[in-house]
């Protein structure tokens, strides 16, 4: 079979010298700039720039020893310089490509290209490189698509705002914005420390709403909020899904052009989920889980922003019509209703006495216990609210499509597969479910993500002849 | 299906990896010796490692060696490998991914190969293999994917 050979571009050099570059480049940098300046003849200088020119040519043999070659039925690479990989993927098990266009890459004529299968890391990729433009034509017989149905989806920029609030966290701010900040102040020789000090002083304005110590925790967890919702903005907006064919292609980024391609058959399954917020809004987000689509920090596997009821079932129908919502066969039956109700009175109870136990103890701080207590409150109503919801709504429904309905954290997750995706089904019985003949359902789908959902309260009986008449399977 | 055992130049790989290991225990102890003046504990380490090199180098290594069997058939890849605790690692070939061949200088001058078999959140890595081998499995797996 005769091969077509795709070689990496030359910035990929300076990828492998990335890592050197705080350890010696940098290092070797300051020391000639102190040569030219007159500061003297540093000690081990002669032994870095030597190291250094070592790392520069290592870095580019393996540039020139990477390489990609596209077959009609398979895609082979070979990288590595003194440890050697060499790979050999039929097509057929590639489950997604994803191509990234970055500004700056661009005016040097090159594109990110990463591919995945359903085998490796579930946070690396199976192959990843940048290539010249001018290849990507060639990149498109990856992923070769048949039939001639053809749809396209332009998702509104308010829908993508609306995931946006929903689906960024303090934390993935905060893990975005605290790296960028500290390594700026290594290089300007500032500490992290001057950049407290100076949100402490603006803090100081809002003392008369909330205490001292929380102003200043929750300017840094909304700068975090922000940065993270603007950074999901950006990678998302404007969010185009086309369909050609079996192949499923997602568009998306304003600074960054983005393009997951991947087969309807790839799709191990699909997440429908309502946090709080889309709960408010009455809109939800569809997730697929496909091998590499979504994979890497502060990216999401989105196929459909947000939409409403309505407008979600017109979606997946027009886009997965093997995935429409199914009715709800099994749910949990009322005498588990106290169960769902008990936690959060629990809860009440703990959370009002040990406020008033640390009030009582720590006076100083009684106003930012009180807040606390507030925050605790607030959090406590949409968990019972959740609870409820959790009780009306979850269940599962068995066939050749299986649909489940529960929750994870705060929001309300609906997962719909094939039953052969599905790869453990364990149920569990403490000896309080045994009592009440109830039990919990997890399911796992097996895929390099390992999707799972649980479900628990369910009747043990009645799950026992679903599986039993869908399944043939007798537990 | 096809019955695999391992070539005796993986034993000598082995082997000199083991020397390798050595040399740099060594040097460390005698670094502890001359940098930080603690000739006892220099001593007693290096006579630790030789003797730890003796054990593996004429009884764990030779046993290991030859404890692993490879198979390969339609259905399924067979490894089996252990010493004092048998492992029998059995993968359904219609499960396998892909397959992934890697090489170090080493394995590279002495003529052998290593295979990672890649499977769904696992991968099987099996032994060096002789060139060959390594060839006529990757058919028998071309012929399974494609």
Known sequence: MTEMEIRPHPVMILKF???????????????????????????FFILELILLFTVIIVSVLKWHRYRLYISDKYVRFTKGLFFRIEATIPKNRIASMFLEKKPLLWFIGGVVLRFDTEAGKPRKNDFQMTVKVKDVSLLFTL???????FKHYHAPTLKIIIMALANTSTTTGLLIAAPIVNNAGKLLGKSMSDIWVSISSVSSALEFIIPPIASTISIIILIGFAVSFLSTVFKCVPFDLYIKGDLITSV?????????????????????????????????????????????????????????KRELAGLIEDFLPSMVSKPIMLR?????????????????????????????????FKDFIEFMTIISFIVLAVFGELSLKKYVQSGIAFGEHVAVLSSRKFSL?????????????????????????????????????ADSITVANLDYSELKVALLNNYNIAI | MSKFKLSPRVLLLWRIRLLFV???????????????????EAVLLAVITILISFWLWFWYLPRLHSSFQFSISNEAVVLTRGVFVVKQYLLPCPRLIYAERFTTPLTSLMGLCSLRLKASRVHLILPPLTKDETAFIMSQLDNSFL
């Not at chain 1, 992923?143 to 149905?149: A, E, I, R, V």
């Not at chain 1, 889309?278 to 994979?295: C, P, Q, W």
């Open chain 1, 332 to 364: 949990p039956p009322y005498r588990s209703l106290r169960r769902y109700l008990t936690q959060p009175f629990v809860l009440f109870f703990i959370i009002s006495l040990v406020s008033i136990f640390l009030s009582n103890r720590f006076t100083n």
């Open chain 1, 252 to 308: 998306s980024g304003l600074i960054s052009k983005r393009y997951t391609s991947f087969k309807r058959e790839a799709i191990n399954n699909l997440i429908i989920i309502k946090s709080p917020i889309m709960r408010i809004l009455r809109h939800s987000t569809v997730k697929v889980n496909v091998a590499g689509y979504g994979k890497h920090k502060g990216e999401i596997a989105v196929f459909i922003p947000a939409a409403n």
């Open chain 1, 17 to 43: 010298l990335s890592p050197y570059l705080f350890v010696l480049i940098l290092p070797v940098a300051r020391q000639i700039f102190n040569l030219k300046v007159g500061r003297g003849f540093p000690r």
């Open chain 2, 22 to 40: 050595d040399l740099a225990v060594l040097v460390l102890c005698f670094a502890v010796y001359a940098f930080f003046s603690l000739p006892d």
């Open chain 1, 413 to 449: 997750v609906e997962l719909r597969c094939k039953f052969e995706k599905i790869g453990v089904i364990k149920i569990s019985q403490t000896p309080f479910d045994r009592k009440h003949n109830l039990c919990k359902m997890k399911l796992t789908i097996r895929s390099e993500s």
């Open chain 1, 143 to 149: 992923l070769p698509f048949k039939g001639n149905y």
